[in-house]
Structures are given as C-alpha cells and as structure tokens.
C-alpha cells in the first residue's frame, strides 16, 4: 500500500498558520508593531492604503537584523525570543511564537529592509512563501516591512475583507492599543496618506489618551493604583458623573500585553456599583500586573486572550482598586471645563488617616436634640393610631455603626496595600448652607458643593451596610408602637424580609389581616418621621423602583431605600453644628461623594476654574 501520510510542504503550512495567526490587515499590523517594539524602537511609523488590503508599511528604529537572520526571520518557528520552556513560562516580548513573519509572507508580497547599528542594509523579498531576491541596501538602523497585496493568493480569505473604512478602524484600534500599552515609544498611522494618530513618546498615561482623545476626555478620568495578593492593578477609570454619557472605552493589560476579558470588566463595573445608574457604561484603561508564572499568555494564537492562574483573586483585585478609587474626591462630579489632569498613583500607598472624631458635642447635635425636634408638617398621623414618628432618644444614637475607624486598617495589618485613596476628608473650613438644600465648604484647591440629602443618604446607606456587617444597627423603642396597615404586596414584602428588617433595627410585628405592628425603629436624625419612612420604604419594596433592583441583593435593597427615605430632606435648614456632623461623617464612608441612586453628592469647583472664568490669568 502506497503511504498515506505525508509531511506538508512549508508554504503551505504557512499558510495554514495564517488562517489562525493573520484575519485581516490590522492582524498583519499588530503582529508588525510587536515585533517592532520588540526590537526596542522608539519611533514606529504604520502607513496603509486602501484599509491595509492594498499595502501595509511599518518602519522603526529598533535593534534590526543581520543577512542571515533577516532570512531566518522567515522560517516558521524562527525567533530570537525564547528557547526554552523555562523562557516561555516568564516571557516578556510581545512575540515568542516565530510564526507571523512566514505566516504573513505566506499569504502576501512582503519587503522586508533591515539594518543593525553600523551594518550594511538588508533587502528581502517574498511573494506567497517565496524568497525572490536578497541584497543589500542602504538604510539606517531598523527595520521597515512592507506587506502588499495581502490575500492575493488566497482568495478565499479576501472575500472575506471588510470595507476600506471597517479595516481602517481596526487597524486605528490595534495602534491605539499597542501605543496605550508602550508609552515611551512614539507612533504614527497613516491611511491614504492622512494623518490618523500622531502621537509623541508619553511621559504618562494621562498624556497619551489626551494625545489619541483629546484632554476633555483624559480630564473624564480618575486615577486608579492598588495592590493587593501580589496582584497590581493601575491605570485610569471614568468619573461616574460622566460615565453616563459619551463613548464608552475599554483597554485592558497584562505585563504590557493587550488582552480581552468580560470578566474583568464586570468586576470593574462591580466596583462602580451606587456610584453609576445601572446601564451606565464608563470608560476603563487597566493595567494589571502579576507575580511572575501566574499568568498564562499562550492560549490564543493571536494571544487575544489570557488565563489567570487565580482568577477570582484578580477578579477581587480589580473590583477593589476601582472602589477605592472612587472614594476620593477626584472622582466627584465636578464643574471645571478643564478639571486637573488625574493623579497616576503609584501603589501602594500609604494607608489612610482616618478622619478626626468630632467632638462629642457635635455629634449630639445632629442626633440627639436636647428637645425632640419639631416634627415636620405633613407627617400624618394614623387615624386613632399611636402618634407617628415620635421615638425617644436615648444616648448616642450615632453609636458604632456611625463610624467606622477601623476601617482601612485590616488591609494595612494584613501586608497588602491600604486602601489607595483614603477617603481623607477635606481640610472642612467654614460650612454654609444654601437654599436649605446645598452645603458649600471652602477645600484647599477650590469649593465643594454638597447636595445635604445625597450626601446623608450615602452615611445611612454605609451606615446600615456595616451594622448589617458587624451586628450593629441603632435602633430605638416607640413610645407608642405603630400599627400600620397594608396592602397584600407589602404585607408579603415585610414578612418576607421581617429578619432583614429586624436586622436593620426594625422590629416590627405581624398582626395577621395585613396589619404590622412596630415597636421599634432606627433613629438617624432628629427630623425623622418614622412611619413615613417605614411606609414609603415598603411602598417602594413591594412595587420594585430602579434603586431596588439595581441592589444586589435584600440587604442591599433594604439599606439603599432606608437611606433614600430617611436622610433629610433638601429644604431642611441645618445648624452649623449639624453641617459640620454631615460633613465629617460623609467623609468617613468609603464613597463619600457619590449619593445611592449613582448621583452625585458633592461636586466640585477648582480654583483654577474660577481664576480662568474671572480672567485671573496673566
Ligand atoms: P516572534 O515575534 O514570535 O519571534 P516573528 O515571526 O514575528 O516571530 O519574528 C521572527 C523574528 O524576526 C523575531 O524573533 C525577531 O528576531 C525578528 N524580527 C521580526 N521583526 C523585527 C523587527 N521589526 N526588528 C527586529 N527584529 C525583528
Ligand atoms: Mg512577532
């Protein structure tokens, strides 16, 4: 019998490697611009014609090669990269597979002219795998690869080809993401001869996305840096206030390499959670290093995708560094036209110094009224029922679940970095209230303005989550219990959550025939009116709002609508001593200056917007 098996001749296997390795002319671009910074170049200039179908040019100034390597470039599993699979396991280089030159000479014409320092240039030539013609040729040190006439011999795969404009946008992407991930190197793209990307060697991330986006966009973004299980994670993510407009942007990085990966992004978009409306989509660059071995970068032929050895540890990592960005007054909404460019951190930081106590006194008097306070208006009291929201004071009702200083140091103690952005608070310098609605306070670098009914909305809503954390929630005892009546669908609602709400220092009592009786319920402030509270809470429970399914879950669910019931209202005049209270325990939760609903608490003003308003300048 005649012998079946055969060994396929090289071209072809080439070419079979280039179904996997080279789709389109932007694969043929990233492949060229990695092996280019690679080389080291500082400088890579990519020109294509007609969407990269007709020509494909990459020049730079990197290390270039010698005659013999420039043809040996050409071999399939040729690179000068890697030699053993120790070298595989901690591979630093964008390539190390030696497949996407013969995998792209297989499929096109390719000139490749290369030259290393001092040495006589190099010219290679290639049609369809073919070596035409070797020689010399003057050039400088670098390497300049020009692909023509991509799919000319396949031409199955160039049907295959989007428009001139679609594979033009890729490319523009596959550049962006290489230049976002090497900053020190500079990059131009052409197409037809315009102009698309020019973009000089970075001194930072900041001035890279301002160079491809624009400053307004760079001046969308907050500085991000943790380090946490030998997992760092930097780079910049979108204020919430503006994540709800405008084009959404993700890049994501592992030790310098682009890569995909929805997990992450969610993990990122959990670490926004109350801070945005759900839906709202912000713009992410993360840049995520590793100990050495805990990533496995060689399971996508075009390396697309990575695998993490832990991957619920760098899921965790993500979600945490985003978090604690978010608590810094940077993230806050802010009125600037041009707001300072964001801070790159450098984890890991030092922990933060929680916030100064306030005086005994102070806190009296935000809660605990010498006289009870007036009781508002409109609070109706039940027909023949027990009077409404009168509870007794007793004591500190801020107790524990007020504050929370120990927060911050658990990560300190256990050796991994603290907590980025210490929600320090701001310098608190006189208060005033405007309006009886808005808090304005004097910071060093400008004003802030503070929404009273956001911002005690974000204290309730910590506040209870800790309590229901540690097992503490204030609550106090009715004088009167409260009967309250309801419809079925909140009958269900509380007897359902009943252990959730006794938790949140409700105690409340089923009567039978849609009848609870209350004996108890927490008392965050003087001005509040218990049973409308209650019943507005259980109102919005039981017909579901977007604040209720955008918890996640019933503790969430209960605590995120207390607070929105029961922080003061706008409209209510507050004492200084009262501003001051709000202020400095705003300042104490993790996300002081985002309300609940993924509003903003605080927004702010800079000096320098002023002075640039009032002409200040020069
Ligand atoms: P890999 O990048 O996986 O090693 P390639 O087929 O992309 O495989 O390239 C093969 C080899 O050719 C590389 O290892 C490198 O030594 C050399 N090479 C390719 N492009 C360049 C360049 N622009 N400058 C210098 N050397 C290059
Ligand atoms: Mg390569």
Not at 582 to 610: C, K, M, N, W
Request: net charge negative; with cysteine; proline share 7%.
């Amino acid at each position: 019998m005649p012998r079946r098996i055969h060994i396929l001749p090289d071209t072809l296997a080439n070419q079979i490697a280039a179904g996997e390795v080279v789709e389109r002319p932007a694969s043929v671009v990233k492949e060229l611009v990695e092996n280019s910074l690679d080389a080291a170049a500082t400088r890579i200039d990519i020109s294509v014609q007609n969407g990269g179908k007709t020509e494909i040019r990459v020049a730079d100034d990197g290390c270039g090669l010698g005659r013999e390597d420039a043809l040996l470039a050409l071999d399939r599993h040729a690179t000068s990269k890697i030699s053993s699979v120790e070298d595989l396991r901690a591979v630093r280089t964008l390539g190390f597979r030696g497949e996407a030159l013969p995998s792209i000479a297989s499929v096109s014409r390719m000139t490749i002219e290369t030259a290393e320092p001092g040495g006589v240039g190099t010219r290679v030539r290639v049609a369809g795998g073919r070596i035409l013609g070797v020689e010399d040729c003057a050039r400088q040190a670098g390497t300049t690869v020009t692909v023509q006439n991509l799919f000319f011999n396949v031409p199955a795969r160039a049907k295959f080809l989007r428009s001139a404009a679609a594979e033009t946008r890729a490319i523009t992407d596959v550049v962006t993401t290489l230049a976002l991930a090497n900053l020190s190197a500079g990059f131009r793209l052409e197409s037809n001869d315009r102009t698309l990307l020019d973009l000089p060697p970075a001194p930072d991330l900041v001035a890279r996305l301002a160079a491809i986006w624009g400053d307004e966009f760079a001046g969308r973004l907050v500085g991000i840096a943790r380090e946490r299980d030998g997992i760092t994670v930097a780079g910049l993510v979108e204020r919430p206030d503006t994540s709800v407009t405008g084009p959404r942007r993700v890049y994501l990085f592992v030790a310098g390499r682009p890569f995909r990966d929805r997990e992450i992004v969610a993990a990122a978009e959990r670490g926004y959670r109350t801070t945005i409306p759900s839906g709202a989509r912000p713009s992410l660059f993360l840049y995520l290093d590793v100990p050495p071995g805990s990533v496995d970068v060689n399971v996508h032929p075009t390396k697309a995708e990575v695998r993490f050895r832990d991957r619920e540890l760098v899921l965790a990592a993500v979600e945490d560094a985003v978090r604690s960005a978010l608590g810094t007054l940077e993230s806050s909404a802010t009125l600037d036209h041009f707001p300072v460019a964001p801070q790159l951190r450098s984890a890991p930081v030092t922990p933060p110094t929680p916030p100064e106590p306030a005086p005994e006194s102070t806190q009296l008097a935000f809660f605990v009224p010498a006289t009870p306070a007036p009781r508002p208006a409109d609070a109706g009291a039940a027909p023949g029922g027990s009077a409404d929201a009168d509870v007794v004071y007793q004591g500190d009702l801020l107790g524990e679940a007020g504050r929370h200083p120990e927060r911050g140091a658990g990560p300190a103690e256990q050796g991994s970095a603290a907590p980025a952005v210490a929600p320090a608070t701001p310098r608190r310098s006189a208060l005033w209230q405007i309006h009886d609605t808005y808090i304005l306070a004097e910071t060093s670098s400008g004003l802030l303005i503070i929404d009273q009914h956001s911002a005690h909305e974000r204290i309730l809503f910590e506040e209870m989550m800790n309590g229901f954390e540690n097992g503490r929630t204030s609550s106090q005892r009715l004088l009167f219990p409260l009967t309250l009546r309801l419809s079925p669908a909140e009958y269900a609602v509380v007897t359902d959550l009943r252990s959730i709400f006794d938790r949140a220092g409700f105690e409340i009592e089923p009567f039978g025939g849609r009848t609870i009786i209350v004996h108890a319920t927490p008392a965050p402030h003087p001005y509040f009116n218990a049973e409308r509270c209650l019943r507005e809470m259980i109102a919005e429970l039981a017909a579901g709002s977007e604040l209720t399914r955008a918890a996640k879950n019933q503790h969430e669910r209960i605590a995120m609508t207390f607070a929105c019931k029961a922080a003061i209202k706008a409209g209510q005049r507050l004492s200084t001593r009262e501003m001051e209270e709000l202020y400095d325990r705003l300042f104490a939760t993790e996300l002081p200056s985002h309300d609940v609903h993924g509003r903003p608490a605080v927004i702010r003003l800079s000096l320098q917007e002023l002075e640039r308003r009032f002409g200040r300048h020069g």
